[in-house]
T-cell receptor
Framework: EAAVTQSPRSKVAVTGGKVTLSCHQT?????MYWYRQDTGHGLRLIHY???????EKGDIPDGYKASRPSQENFSLILELASLSQTAVYFC?????????????FGPGTRLLVL | GQQVQQSPASLVLQEGENAELQCNFS?????LQWFYQSPGGSLVSLLS???GTKHTGRLTSTTVTKERRSSLHISSSQTTDSGTYLC?????????????FGHGTILRVHP
């Protein structure tokens, strides 16, 4: 079974502060993704990566940076957290990113920005 | 932008009844996946079905690509099926795994 872990599981941050969310997978997967989930918007893709040391913008990248230092690790960075970034953040990984490939999700990180 | 429309928004069943969930998408989909989100928030992939019919356990998905729609049929529902069912589409045509999600159907199964 694929294993994707996220840390922290929840966080309270102050407006303007820096937040780093971490994701680790032990599946030997090439593709990794960061999504946010909000009431009214569903799940939306922020950034993704298909190889270490490279990241790509998703559908809503503004206000977020991503870092993929190794195949196993993928971080999401909020340099200047804002109230609108309060959400649940999910990391996912997949083997090929392609046709019929399954994405395996982490448990999510609940972020509250005050 | 590309959209994924799911219906109904919510559905209440008695245990043992069948459920039919719908997903409509706005253009050609190279990948279509159905996900289950538990009441606690965890997400798992149920099946991938960009075209045709697929079965797994009590789940059957039928995707008619030309009509841009997919359905998920849950037979003999159980209380543990309660949660949110999400349809997700890869519109890029480039096998990037970039998924666009619908807002989901909330299913409640009563004993």
């Amino acid at each position: 079974e694929a294993a994707v872990t996220q840390s922290p599981r929840s966080k309270v941050a102050v407006t303007g502060g820096k937040v780093t969310l971490s994701c680790h997978q032990t599946n030997n997967h090439d593709y990794m993704y960061w999504y946010r989930q909000d009431t009214g918007h569903g799940l939306r893709l922020i950034h993704y990566s298909y190889v270490a040391d490279s990241t790509e913008k998703g559908d809503i990248p503004d206000g977020y940076k991503a870092s993929r230092p190794s195949q196993e690790n993928f971080s999401l960075i909020l340099e200047l957290a804002s109230l609108s970034q309060t959400a649940v953040y999910f990391c996912a990984s997949s083997g090929l990113g392609g046709y019929q490939d399954t994405q395996y999700f982490g448990p999510g990180t609940r972020l509250l920005v005050l | 932008g590309q959209q994924v429309q799911q219906s109904p928004a919510s559905l209440v069943l008695q245990e043992g009844e069948n459920a039919e969930l719908q997903c409509n998408f706005s253009s050609t989909a190279t990948q279509l996946q159905w996900f289950y989100q538990s009441p606690g928030g965890s997400l798992v992939s149920l099946l991938s079905n960009p075209s045709g019919t697929k079965h797994t356990g009590r789940l059957t998905s039928t995707t008619v690509t030309k009509e841009r729609r997919s359905s998920l049929h849950i037979s003999s529902s159980q209380t543990t099926d309660s949660g949110t069912y999400l349809c997700a589409i890869d519109y890029t045509g480039a096998n990037t795994g970039k998924l666009t999600f619908g807002h989901g159907t909330i299913l409640r199964v009563h004993p």
